[in-house]
């Protein structure tokens, strides 16, 4: 009798480790964090996930939005199945469903950007068993106009390094036209030269002729 609720309470310990040790079914969110647009334009806010679940039509996502100046988070757009639009609020007719549950996308697009728009979006997918998870964030500037990074800098880089190497292209046949050129002229005015010596020496031939038959 002891040794069978001794063998018992070991099961019940090494049941409660294994449980302790197997890895917590927890979505995770994946977004660019920051975002600048001009104001006036559309962006793309990208929204990715993982889930230990496959992706059923239990799958939710709810898109949330915090002010920059303050105040109560609004309600930006929900998914269930199907896209569900705000029906009022600043985000009306402003935002479309532009993801992909299949592919784990779960992105939208805002379009006509207001500077009022500066804030925090946030990015939540339940995707049952996997309700947990960390909420994604984006943190969106809306500026007059776009400010020169890196990427620019980058960009203007590869541009300038391309203008250089298709001004060195046309360096190089331009030098190898004259230099093919130069060789044909060269060519012409030896074939002149030798053209002209053989006139001479016919001449001479026929002049020699001439006096040899009068004497």
């Known amino acids: 009798m002891y040794g069978k609720s001794l063998m018992r309470a070991v099961l019940l310990l090494l049941g409660i480790q294994l449980t302790a040790l197997w890895p917590t079914a927890a979505v995770e969110i ?17 929204c990715t996930f993982s889930s230990f679940a496959p992706v059923g039509d239990a799958l939710t996502v709810t898109w949330n939005f915090r002010p920059q100046d303050g105040g109560p988070e609004q309600f930006v757009f929900y998914y269930h199945g199907e896209p569900f639009e705000p029906m009022s609020g600043r985000f ?17 697009i805002l379009w006509k950007l207001q500077f009022d728009d500066n804030g925090t979006y946030t990015c ?47 360096v190089v046949v331009l030098f190898q036209h004259f230099r093919k050129k130069r060789w044909a002229d060269r060519a012409h005015k030896v074939v002149e030269i030798k053209s002209k010596e053989e006139e001479r020496l016919n001449q001479g031939k026929k002049v020699s002729v001439y006096f040899e038959e009068t004497d």
């Open 30 to 46: 994946y977004t660019s964090r920051v975002l600048e647009a001009v104001n006036g334009t559309d962006i793309r806010l990208k």
């Open 124 to 170: 939540q997918v339940k995707n049952p068993p996997d309700v947990d998870g960390l909420i994604g964030e984006i943190r969106l500037s809306v500026v007059q106009t776009v400010r020169f990074s890196e990427i620019y800098f980058l960009a203007l880089a590869i541009g300038s390094a391309c203008a250089l190497m298709v001004i060195i292209v046309i």
């Open 92 to 108: 009306k007719s402003r935002v479309a469903w532009d993801g992909n549950p299949d592919r784990n996308d779960v992105s939208i």
